[in-house]
């Protein structure tokens, strides 16, 4: 049940390690604070370590990354994995450089991740070493739709076992898949994409669900993937004729920082594969 | 025509690389989003030739610069220069540090740039190699008001003769030049200084024009700086009696997510030189 | 009286050198703004020095810390004080690595601070050179409250004199302290806490007040922190069923903006001890 999901975030309200990128930290932050978590963000060779080890869980995000930043985000974690912290993985733009896609390669490689978020251009860069990517947007011919969904659900669930990780394709439909189940959801609004970092900011709030429901990875991963979508219907609904992208990612966050176990119950779309 | 410039931006949907400061990072990328365009944020010296290429522009901001940064804006820009692809520069605070000044002044040299937007205290640092700056504001003496216009407007017209670039200067009037033609913008609000970003959040906003129109730079940068003006006039109207810096910086943008070329003709208000 | 002080703000318009973190560099910008001050980051070691020769003030703020900002930090803070210019220090998350709590020590070491301001835990590691802090918020068996606040009081003035510097600690009850008076402030709201950098955001302003009163730091420091609080408060009561905590930030700058001597004395809720 997402219910409980989201009622032990907010009833163990953990603290969180953020690397992540200076577009959308803040954002970032202010989400993980709206469904119950705690942020800190530490980004220093010299500290991550010790700063992971005083949080539940590790959020790792490769936007804006950087030579200095990339060897702290293996080292934290593997801390991470040494601990038994949940780890997820946020691949921002893993198919427009070099740098990026070796960069998350290596990740996979040295740390262990209990999740890893991208939308499908990201996910298949990483399943195949290759892909388009136009930027940090899903590339139109990626897309998954009714008529490809299935094989969208294989391909998760091979990626999972692949990997050892929950696996979470973002966009229109979500897939999120372990090894062998997956959940097809069907919530959120097509202008989410207008709104910088809605990606980063599920994947922060996905780190929060994982490390506070460490019994059943795969349900809090799809409990998180559901409420954003369900916030980003709500919100949209409180949209009027002069609001734009900014109100929205505004009334997002506040909608899930108002978000009850029963709204998403009620709110949730989705089916079990 | 201002109207179809807009429209370019919608239907052509450019991808801009952004070097730019950490401090407005996020609402370059919303705005970017908001007028039809899509940002990536990327500023590592090992990827920017490479998330350059897959980008239709380039926005280097220097706000927030550093020694990891200058030499990935001088790699990035010279790609994009190759590559045909429209570089503009936001010299933040060049008058402020000698830092600032040398390293807009070296892009300059390196880099062909397309567009230079700054206020008139920026603009003449580059153009003189001197002068005052009070941080990131323009000086009071230097400001551009109709006792001085003409004489702003040669000296925009000269310093992009010589620097090959369309020169645009913000302020209370706004002065659009090529080597020719000067537009004269009367759009925008006094309290847009009173917004952190206003002036970056523009810049980032004419890399999407000026890349979606490549037939006509000046009448594109003309454009852009005029819709940032009118879109805060707009969103100045929207304000309530308790609303202050950041609703109204809110506002902006999603006064630009909802700006048509037609609202956009009927609203800019300019004259030719 | 607090009404002077907030209106020396606005007369002054002191221009703030921010060498501080990239997660609410936006919001502390932007409440600088709104208070009547002016914002510029910049941490490059190169260009602190003349970026702070041109400011009024110096804000240091250790959040998302690194190896390259420390120095800057040192070599800024020194320049500040050989001009006479107030520096405050914002020691986030000092306990939670050993790299924080070593460059806040030697911050204070080397550099002579205006004002310290951070919540209780973190004030506690600077003046005994250990304690617990749960990431960047209070730890629960720190919190002042009436029963304890007289030995919080004594605490917070004997760390003042040790240091030199006004001592802020700020949460459900605020203290601002020299080594003679105390102020006990008891504006704010308990959901500023599930706002990200509420801190970081009283610190920037807190920079622009003692940079605006140099004859009364302690009155300066007070004034900012209960106008706060004060602003807390009336954005609070702003807000309707669906808004969280970022319609909350927004409307706590906001009402920081619309902020008047007058309300501010009214509304201001403090005794000196």
Chains 1, 2, 3 share one sequence.
Do not use: W
């Not at 991470?80 to 427009?96: F, M």
């Not at 070099?98 to 990483?126: H, M, P, Q, Y």
Request: glycine content about 8%; charged content about 25%.
């Amino acid at each position: 049940m997402f219910k409980e999901r989201l009622q032990k975030v907010r009833n163990l309200n953990p603290l969180i390690h953020n690397i992540t990128n200076y577009v959308t930290a803040n954002d970032c932050a202010n989400i993980l604070l709206a469904c119950g978590a705690s942020p800190i963000m530490a980004d220093d060779i010299e500290e991550v370590e010790e700063i992971t080890s005083i949080c539940s869980g590790l959020n790792i995000n490769i936007g804006t990354l950087n030579q200095r930043t990339i060897p702290a985000m293996i080292k934290a974690g593997k801390k991470a994995n040494k601990l038994g912290h949940p780890v997820i993985l946020d691949p921002v733009g893993v198919g427009a450089s070099k740098l990026r896609c070796d960069t998350a390669l290596k990740l996979i490689e040295e740390v262990k991740f209990t999740a890893i978020r991208g939308n499908i251009s990201e996910i298949k860069v990483l399943a195949l070493g290759k892909g388009r990517a136009k930027g940090v947007d899903a590339d139109i011919e990626d897309k998954i739709s009714d008529s490809n969904l299935c094989a969208a659900i294989k391909f998760a669930k091979e990626f999972s076992e692949k990997v050892g990780a929950v696996i979470a394709i973002t966009g229109p439909i979500d897939i999120v898949a372990d090894k062998n189940k997956a959940y097809v959801i069907r919530n959120g609004n097509v202008s989410m994409s207008k709104i910088t970092g809605t990606g980063c900011m599920v994947t922060a709030m996905t780190s929060a669900y994982i490390s506070a429901n460490k019994d059943n990875f795969l349900e809090a991963v799809a409990a998180s993937i559901s409420a954003m979508g369900l916030c980003g219907e709500l919100a949209h609904s409180r949209l009027k004729e002069r609001d734009g992208n900014v109100t929205y990612r505004n009334y997002i966050i506040d909608e899930v920082f108002n978000l009850t176990g029963d709204k998403l119950e009620k709110g949730a779309e989705y089916k079990e594969y």
